[in-house]
């Protein structure tokens, strides 16, 4: 396959995220690491990011497939996976790039991608935070889909001093929570 980066088309505290050539694809690479600031961070392992998000979304239930990109490759330390597109070709937004969704069936299945999360215990804090780890794909002019990019399980280790995280019941909470305000900034 050809693997010739072209353009940067994202960023975020881990990862930069660069276009391939010629390809709908996507490839992840790591930061360098800046110096830890939190003593208790300090002891941790360092962590591959790539490989945790690997693991992460090989695991996720089948029932999140439509969600989710449908090509995930590990390389070295670099992820490649498919970048998103939208029904006529284009390049789906984030949801921070897009701003304000008015599109109801975007919104049922994003309650229906958090219902899931939360069943099966699965905590991304991180996926309804910013509005920059789901895409808004188009699959046709007026019908929207969430697409989730960044699949990082964030608990006790990226919170050490939020000791309540060691409960199923706060980590739900810490969640809805999440959840809630991604409703309140994005659902117009
Ligand atoms: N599959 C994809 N298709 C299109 N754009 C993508 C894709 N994956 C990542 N991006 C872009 O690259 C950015 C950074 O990627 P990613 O969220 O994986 O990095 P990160 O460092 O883990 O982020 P965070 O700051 O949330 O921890 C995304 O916010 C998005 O703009
Ligand atoms: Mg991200």
């Known amino acids: 396959m050809n693997m010739e980066l072209s353009e940067k088309i994202g960023e975020g505290h881990h990862r930069e995220c660069f276009a391939v050539d010629g390809e709908n694809l996507?490839?992840?690479k790591l930061k360098r690491k800046k110096q830890r600031s939190c003593f208790l961070k300090k002891l941790l392992p360092v962590r591959n990011v790539n490989a945790e998000e690997f693991?992460?979304?090989k695991s996720l239930p089948g029932s999140l497939k439509e969600y989710l990109p449908s090509?995930?490759?590990?390389?070295d330390d670099i992820l490649i996976m498919?970048?998103?597109t939208d029904y006529d070709g284009n390049f789906s937004k984030t949801v921070l790039?897009?701003?304000r969704i008015e599109n109801d069936n975007f919104w049922e299945e994003t309650e229906r991608i958090a219902r899931i999360l939360t069943e099966e215990k699965v905590w991304m804090f991180d996926i309804f935070?910013?509005?920059n780890n789901i895409v808004v794909k188009k699959i046709s002019e007026d019908t929207f889909i969430p697409v989730l990019i960044d699949f990082?399980?964030?608990g006790w280790r990226a919170y050490p001093l939020q000791l309540n995280l060691l409960f199923e019941k706060e980590k739900r909470k810490k969640f809805r929570r999440r959840f809630g305000s991604f409703l309140k900034r994005y659902r117009a």
Request: charged fraction near 35%; aromatic fraction near 14%.
């Open 71 to 75: 090509y995930m490759e590990m390389k």
């Open 129 to 131: 935070h910013h509005g």
């Open 82 to 84: 498919e970048r998103i």
């Open 55 to 57: 693991q992460l979304y």
């Open 26 to 28: 996507i490839v992840k």
């Open 97 to 99: 790039e897009y701003g």
């Open 152 to 154: 990082k399980r964030v």
